[in-house]
């Protein structure tokens, strides 16, 4: 295996150094998962041409193979109209209720490069999740996952087809994660970084500082081209809507609060950053973040920017309870 590489972005501007009271132990690096399990496809996208509807270009890949009459709900912020090789956050991590038997929430950074107009969509996908169905319990996880066709026939969760490829001999994809953080209680967060090595190709994977693994070039048609990029970099919460009963799912996002109760209780991305083509570390401006949340009622999402004491830079909090009188 050959995992030559370019040493990992280096922060190109200078901003506020990463608190250092919300580092987030593993537990034992066991991988967990379950090979026969045919998961859920959701809309994981929005458009990366300007000026089209991105509720409207979501709807397009609304739904996979194993996903008819699916729905998924968002929070999300993204960024678009530059080149990128990558990007990070710090995220926090909860263990959000789940209704459904199938259904799942999770909270991650996508990258993204190709079209809605044919089936070359790329996505490169990381974060933690909470999904019964697929690891058998409802604990936070770890998860990477990748597609180069829209999510037609390609990609896979983890390690559940050829694709990501572990590294690290300390952090495993499809772990779970401990502590997590509380209700008006103590709050612990989770970096992740996913940078192109300007080398070889090879998407790598960071977790507080420390390789996990990395995807590979030849996955990829536009990111795994020479010179491939992202044209789109997203960060929020996604969940499965399965209208149990003919209602609104009631599987919580994030902490299940919105977005306006803040700190210590709602749930949040800070420190969002992108990579440059000189592989360098270039914080997010806030004029340059957008949001989307399909349904507000439901889950919502407001950013912020902090240059004080907190040092958070560009950030947003984001979530929601699912069904409720304004979600029906």
């Not at 080149?83 to 926090?92: L, R």
């Not at 081209?225 to 599987?251: D, F, K, L, Q």
């Not at 919580?252 to 570390?281: C, I, P, W």
């Not at 999402?301 to 560009?314: L, V």
Request: aromatic share 12%.
């Amino acid at each position: 295996m050959n995992t030559d590489r370019d040493a990992p972005p280096t922060r190109r501007t200078s901003s506020p150094a990463t608190a250092t009271r919300f580092q987030l132990p593993f537990n034992p690096p066991l991988l967990h998962c379950l090979v026969s399990f045919h998961h859920w496809v959701c809309s994981s996208t929005t458009t990366l041409v300007p000026k089209l509807d991105i509720s409207t270009e979501r709807s397009k890949l609304n739904a996979g193979p194993f996903a008819v009459g699916l729905g998924c709900k968002h929070a999300i912020a993204y960024t678009q109209g530059e080149v990128y090789y990558g990007a990070k956050a710090t995220i926090n991590v909860w263990d959000p209720s789940i209704q459904e038997p199938n259904g799942f929430s999770l909270s991650q950074l996508w990258i993204l490069s190709g079209s809605f107009n044919g089936s070359d969509l790329n996505s490169i996908e990381a974060g933690w999740q909470v999904s019964p169905a697929l690891y058998g319990d409802s604990r936070p996880r770890l998860f990477t996952y990748w597609t180069s066709d829209a999510y037609e026939a390609t990609g896979c969760y983890n390690a559940l087809c050829p694709g990501f490829i572990q590294t690290s001999p300390h952090i495993a994809i499809g772990a779970s994660i401990s502590p997590v953080s509380s209700v008006s209680g103590n709050q612990y967060d989770m970096t992740l970084l996913v940078w192109k090595d300007p080398r070889l190709g090879n998407w790598w994977l960071s977790y507080g500082g420390q390789l996990v693994g990395y995807w590979p070039a030849a996955l990829f048609t536009h990111l795994g081209s020479a010179g491939g990029h992202a044209s789109m970099v997203e960060w929020g919460g996604e969940v499965v809507n399965t209208s149990p009963g003919g209602a609104h799912t009631a599987t919580h996002m994030g902490s299940g609060r919105f977005a306006s109760q803040g700190f210590g209780k709602a749930s949040y991305f800070r420190n969002l950053e992108t990579v440059d083509a000189g592989n360098s570390l270039v914080p997010v401006p806030l004029d340059a973040l957008q949001t989307l949340a399909e349904d507000a009622g439901c889950y919502d999402i407001n950013k912020a920017f902090d240059d004080g004491r907190q040092g958070w830079g560009t950030h947003f909090y984001y979530g929601g309870p699912g069904h409720n009188p304004a979600c029906p």
